[in-house]
């Protein structure tokens, strides 16, 4: 089994930066893609970022040129730093990984709890 637990989440001001990290624990060594995903109340949950140990990163347009997904695989840590941050970036964002690649949809079988982002104007 797979644990994932997100940080870094807090509030800041439009045009901020924030940077957040999901350790992986367990059999860490059977993930092959991790990615973020943010959520809002009432809203899908929707891909943010997405890398794979090949290093192939995909971004959502909405994030393209703020936000850098990265991942230190010794660690078994993931990362998004985010930068110019919006008031529509407030979301709850979750870090999810698998063995398989599935970009930024949900299908994903391991998800961590989630850490907040609130952005102010």
């Known amino acids: 089994q797979v644990q994932l637990v997100e940080s870094g989440g807090g509030s800041v001001q439009a045009g901020g930066s924030l940077r957040l990290s999901c350790a992986a624990f367990g059999y860490s060594y059977s993930i092959y893609c991790m990615a973020w995903f943010r959520q809002i109340p009432g809203k899908e949950r929707e891909g943010v970022a997405s890398?794979?140990?090949?290093?192939?990163?995909v971004y959502a347009d909405s994030v393209k040129g703020r936000f850098t997904v990265s991942q230190d695989n010794a660690k078994n840590t993931l990362y998004l730093q985010m930068n110019s941050l919006k008031p529509a970036d407030t979301a709850m964002y979750y870090c999810?990984?698998?063995?398989?690649?599935?970009?930024?949809?949900?299908?994903?079988?391991?998800w961590g709890q989630g850490t907040q982002v609130t952005v102010s104007s």
């Open positions: 999810a990984a698998d063995a398989t690649n599935y970009g930024l949809t949900r299908w994903y079988n391991h």
């Open positions: 890398i794979c140990t090949d290093g192939k990163s």
